[in-house]
């Protein structure tokens, strides 16, 4: 069984930032990709930043392009999530995934149980 924990989550101003963590325990996995997720208020869970443990390739949604950066302590498969110039519209539960194979692009294979970021204007 693998298990994700998410940490980090909090209430912040608008402006402010936050630096999000991702653990992996129970079994080894060697994954081919971790993300973070997050889905709002009354919204579908959407992508956020992904990173590859192969060639550290990293992609962004365009809404936090330029404010968030993803990271990773590949030899403990851990990712971290720095959150600058927060909004509002960030507010959500942020969710870590991990995946083994390529597979397609939003396609994960374990889930953390979220950590919440609550943005004040």
């Known amino acids: 069984q693998v298990q994700l924990t998410e940490s980090g989550g909090g209430l912040v101003q608008a402006g402010d930032s936050l630096r999000l963590s991702c653990a992996s325990s129970g079994r080894t996995i060697s994954p081919y990709a971790m993300a973070w997720f997050r889905q709002g208020p009354g919204k579908e869970r959407e992508f956020v930043a992904m990173?590859?443990?192969?060639?550290?390739?990293?992609r962004y949604a365009d809404s936090v392009k330029d404010r968030f950066t993803i990271s990773r302590v590949a030899r403990v498969n851990m990712i971290h999530l720095q959150m600058t110039n927060l909004k509002p519209e960030d507010t959500g539960v942020y969710y870590c995934a991990a995946k083994v194979y390529k597979g397609t692009d939003n396609d994960y294979d374990y889930w953390g149980q979220g950590t919440q970021v609550t943005v004040s204007s």
């Open positions: 990173i590859s443990w192969v060639g550290g390739r990293i």
